[in-house]
């Protein structure tokens, strides 16, 4: 019977770390499961910050997601020393209107369409990440802050 209570305890821990990784289920409270980070977040505009804490975390760290080629996440990779090259002065692949990523200006980058901070077309699945709650407001207004400011690498 331990090994079972073992494993069961096991697989919770794994789930809950999944959950938090992706910021949680849509029917999570906003504040249920507070990410410790979206406080720490108000004082960066920085990709290395945005890296490390929000593209890594919860974009890039699950295969079918942006790593690699991104063949099923509209070929985005957001691997650390990728991500640059990947969001910045690049068509979005569903709105090619659309940068993902405008230097400068944020209303008008794709990215912060798509993770639900502005207004403006989103495909049908909605808004990323998909099947989760919306990052942190704290977390979309360093993203903000970051392409206001140039989007430097």
Sequence with gaps: MAVRSS???TVLAAGALLITACGGTPDTP???MRD???DEAVDHDDLAWLQ???FTPSCSN???CHKGTATMAARLNLEDGMTHDSLVDVAAEAFPD???VVPGD???SYLMIILGHFPGPLPEAGTM???SPLLCVEKRDAIQRWIEAGAQP
Excluded: S
Aim: one cysteine or more; proline letters at 12%.
């Design 98 to 100: 659309y940068d993902r």
């Design 106 to 108: 944020a209303e008008n």
């Design 30 to 32: 906003p504040d249920a």
């Design 7 to 9: 494993t069961f305890t």
């Design 62 to 64: 699950f295969t079918v």
């Design 129 to 131: 990440p998909y099947n």
């Design 36 to 38: 410790p980070l979206c």
């Design 52 to 54: 490390q804490n929000v």
